[in-house]
């Protein structure tokens, strides 16, 4: 698409175009026997739902929540809402109610899409359970979203507070497939069989709209077990794997063999989310044959900046250089563009650890378009929008992210904010204080670690907190160690020292 067709695009077109060239042709396909349906009747499907979303009462620019797992119902629930006019609310189906109940007040959603109803939603909202088949042809729904209209509102923590809802406008997410799709050779192509076992409530399960594009098969899977993906992958003879470091990490553990054979069909891995370690690197090729590219991505970016795609080679620490039509450079905390700097390992004496790195700040036209509901803390006058991410550019200009200038903590790619697992803790009335960081792990990336200062005499456990936790927040929030403290390490103004804790 050029700019302008992107500007005044809308979602819904995907899934129409997909459905006039290929009506045929495997759309999703859920593992284990799940459903499976063609791009004709996924468009059906999504037609049907339009209209029932419109007899609801739904009317254009209505928050619809989507509570669904990684399934054929998710797609069709996508592109039916957005047909529909509504702004999708994508949501956890595990959290826990305190979290979807914030979560629909905060975004004003109307009703939520979902497998089973839940039991108490807040007055107002209503609960339906999306049909993934159609009997017959569904009326067809005229799109009335496009260009800036919002799209999607997808939460992530803030790096000052609660979660906050990015708002990505169809131009947004469009252009993010543009950009993606300039990379040569094409990152994905009509044919392939993409496996998604990715949340696809998570920004990086909008990847669903890149099969779309391109008119791949997405096959679906609600949970990753190492040895059960495996063999899926030889079933349904996959061949692009869109992965996060864990996954990849337990594949690197399992027989080389056996690893091999389950992977033959597959020609290209990707990973984001976090850093992978360069054994898992080396144990995939050795095993398959095949490299790992990796990438940088932000919801607020919808979602892809960089990859190693763009090179066409891996680079163990780096996460490549930024997709044609994205810009980047790095900046000081006022906003002023740094000198490109160099690898620190050039750099010998003169590199230190505030030397060659800076605020990582991007502009392009898969920019968000502020946070839920007025807009604010989006991109500049300019267009350029500073992440809280700290980097620097090697000598070929490929970046590398090496600390964050806040305390969010990532986990399999999901934003925890400490602020907010502090606040649960501090329920307890046998906490005094608790301080949250995260902690290398090698299978998520990051893990949550909590320190907790008990009140005198208390009687409190690690289980006790963890299961509190539980109660409160999602899974990947709640704390994967906790320690036992006197006290919290603090500044002479009393705050607390994080870098202390970990």
């Known amino acids: 698409m050029s700019a302008e067709q992107v500007a005044d695009a809308s979602v819904p077109t995907l ?127 005229d799109a009335s979203g496009a260009g800036e209209d919002i799209a999607v509102i997808s939460y992530t923590s803030g790096t000052t507070g609660p979660p906050r809802g990015v708002m990505l406008s169809h131009r947004a997410l469009l252009a993010n497939l543009d950009q993606l799709s300039r990379i040569v050779p094409a990152p994905l192509v009509h044919g392939d069989r993409v496996l998604i076992t990715i949340p696809l409530f998570h920004v990086y399960g909008l990847g669903l709209l890149q099969t779309t594009a391109v008119g791949a098969t997405a096959i679906l899977s609600e949970r990753f077990l190492a040895e059960r993906t495996l063999a899926d992958c030889t079933e349904y003879r996959v061949t692009s794997i869109a992965g996060v470091p864990a996954m990849y990490a337990e594949f690197a553990a399992m027989d080389p063999e056996e690893l091999g054979q389950g992977l033959s069909t597959v020609r290209r891995m990707t990973s984001g989310a976090a850093p992978l370690h360069p054994k898992i690197l080396t144990a995939l090729r050795g095993a398959t044959g095949l490299d790992v590219y990796e990438g940088y991505g932000l919801t607020e970016c919808a979602p892809v900046v960089t990859t190693t795609l763009v090179t066409g080679y891996p680079k163990p620490g780096s996460v490549g250089r930024p997709l044609p039509g994205v810009e980047l450079r790095l900046v000081d905390s006022d906003g002023d563009a740094e000198p490109v700097p160099l690898d620190p390992d050039d750099l010998g004496d003169a590199f230190d650890e505030d030397g060659g790195t800076g605020l990582v700040s991007i502009r392009g036209a898969n920019l968000f378009s502020g946070y839920w509901p007025d807009g604010s803390h989006g991109p500049d006058e300019e267009g350029w929008f500073r992440t809280g991410d700290v980097g620097y550019l090697d000598t070929d200009g490929d970046l590398h992210l090496v600390d964050r200038a806040n305390d969010l903590i990532i986990v399999n790619g999901f934003n925890v904010f400490p602020h907010e697992v502090e606040n649960v803790i501090s329920m307890l009335d046998e ?58 390490p603090h500044s002479a103004t009393g705050k607390l020292r994080r870098m202390r804790l970990r």
């Open 431 to 488: 906490v005094v204080e608790a301080g949250v960081v995260g902690v290398v792990d090698e299978r998520t990336g990051e893990a949550v670690k909590a320190v907790v200062v008990p009140a005198p005499g208390a009687a409190l456990s690690e289980q006790q907190v963890v299961e509190h936790c539980a109660e409160h927040l999602a899974g990947y929030k709640v704390p994967h160690t906790v320690e036992f403290a006197e006290s919290l």
């Open 15 to 141: 899934l129409a175009e997909a459905a006039r060239q290929w009506p045929g042709k495997a759309a999703v396909q859920e593992t284990g026997g799940g459903v499976a349906l063609t791009w004709a009747e996924l468009d059906n499907a999504a037609h049907t739902l339009a209209r029932a979303l419109l007899d609801a009462g739904i009317e254009r620019g209505d928050r619809v929540a989507l509570r669904l797992p990684t399934s054929a119902a998710f797609a069709v629930s996508l592109f039916g809402a957005l047909r529909a006019g509504a702004v999708v609310v994508p949501i956890s189906p595990q959290g826990p109610a305190a979290e979807l109940n914030g979560l629909l007040e905060h975004s004003g959603a109307r009703l939520v899409l979902e497998r089973e109803p839940t039991e108490e939603l807040p007055d107002g909202v209503t609960s339906l359970s999306p049909a993934v088949t159609s009997d017959g042809a569904a009326e067809p729904v």
